[in-house]
C-alpha cells in the first residue's frame, strides 16, 4: 500500500510563504532577496534529507538495538546555476554512541538504504557522507 502526502501552500506577500500539513506549518523564504528567519527552497531540501536520515535512525534503533545518546547531523548543498539545480549534497552524521566502529556502519546502511527522501534525492544528484563517532 503506497503512503500519501498532502501539504498546502499559500503565499503570504512578496517576502514569504506558509505550508501546512496536519496540525503544523512553516514559514517559508520565497522572497527573490532572502530573508534570514526561514528557510529558502534549497535549505527545505537540505532540511528534508536531515529529518529523513533522523527519522531512519529513530525507525532502526529498536530494530538494531543500537544504543544511542544523541545524532547531529551537518548538510551541505552546492546549488548549480545553470540550469539551476542541487549539484551536490554532502553531509555528516555524529552519533553520540558506545557501540562499535562496525555497528556505526551497519546504522549508516540502513540510513542509506531505506530512506525515502534519501533515495529520491540520490537517485538526482550526488549525495555522499559520513556517520562518525561523535567527540
Known sequence: MALEYHVRA????????????????????????????????????LAAVAACMLKGIERVL????????GVEIEIHGVR???PPKMERIDYLIKVDTDESDHRIELLHTNVRKYGTIYNTVAAATVLEGRMVRAG
Open 10 to 45: 499559500v503565499r503570504e506577500d512578496h517576502h514569504g510563504s506558509t505550508a501546512w500539513c496536519k496540525e503544523a506549518s512553516l514559514v517559508m523564504d520565497t522572497d527573490p532577496e532572502g530573508r534570514v528567519d526561514a528557510f529558502n527552497p534549497a535549505e527545505l531540501l
Open 62 to 69: 529498536p530494530i538494531l538495538r543500537f544504543e544511542l545518546k
Open 80 to 82: 548549480q546555476d545553470k
